[in-house]
């Protein structure tokens, strides 16, 4: 069960790094890329702690 909740810890810093990178920029909090970022930083920090608890 421990897993579980670092996996979904992992999602949401992830998600929440890949939509504030975009603003660095200067794009929008709901632009395109900050809703696209946050899929993608989402997806990567899922696999992150998902590799990270199998140890």
Known sequence: MESKRL???????????GGYIPSLWGA???SLTSV????????????VMFKLTRY
């Open 36 to 47: 696209i970022g946050n899929a993608v930083g989402a997806i990567f920090g899922i696999w």
């Open 7 to 17: 996996i979904y810890l992992g999602m949401f810093i992830g998600g929440f790094i």
């Open 28 to 30: 929008g909090g709901f």
